[in-house]
C-alpha cells in the first residue's frame, strides 16, 4: 500500500505561483498512475491533472491548461503541481492520488478510479 503526503500549500495573492509536492513512501511510484484533485468549500471534489506511469502523457482540466503543470519524479518517488497565474477560483484543498498501473502511458479522471489518496494540502488564493 503506498501513503501519500501532500505539502507547498498556504496563502498566495492572485497572479502569483505555488508549487505542490506529494511524497509516497511504502511502494514505488514507477508502477503507478497519479493525479492531482482539489475540493473547494461547499463543492465536489475535481480533477486537476494527471500524469501517466511513464511520464509522456499528462491531461488536465481546462480550467488550467496552459497555468498548472504535473511532473513526476519516480527516483525521488514524487509527484509535483507547478501552479502559475493562480486566481482565487483556484482556491480549494487540494489532494494528490495514485492508482496502480498496467498501462504506461494511461491517465484517468475520475477520483474512484485512484485508490491511494493524501490527506491534502490547501491553496488560498487572495484578490
Known amino acids: 500500500q503506498v501513503h501519500l503526503v501532500e505539502s507547498g500549500g498556504g496563502l498566495v495573492q492572485a497572479g502569483g505561483s505555488l508549487r505542490l509536492s506529494c511524497a509516497a513512501s511504502?511502494?514505488?511510484?514507477?508502477?503507478?498512475?497519479l493525479g492531482w484533485f482539489r475540493q473547494a468549500p461547499g463543492k465536489e471534489r475535481e480533477f486537476v491533472t494527471a500524469?501517466?506511469?511513464?511520464?509522456?502523457?499528462?491531461d488536465c482540466a481546462d480550467s488550467v491548461k496552459d497555468r498548472f503543470t504535473i511532473s513526476r519524479d519516480n527516483a525521488k518517488n514524487t509527484v509535483s503541481l507547478q501552479m502559475t497565474s493562480l486566481n482565487p477560483e483556484d482556491t480549494a484543498v487540494y489532494y494528490c492520488?495514485?492508482?496502480?498501473?498496467?498501462?504506461?502511458?494511461?491517465?484517468?479522471?475520475?477520483?474512484?478510479?485512484?485508490?491511494?489518496w493524501g490527506q491534502g494540502t490547501q491553496v488560498t488564493v487572495s484578490s
Open positions: 492520488a495514485a492508482r496502480p498501473a498496467l498501462l504506461y502511458s494511461g491517465t484517468y479522471f475520475a477520483s474512484s478510479e485512484y485508490p491511494y
Open positions: 511504502g511502494r514505488s511510484l514507477s508502477t503507478y498512475a
Open positions: 500524469i501517466s506511469r511513464n511520464g509522456l502523457t499528462t
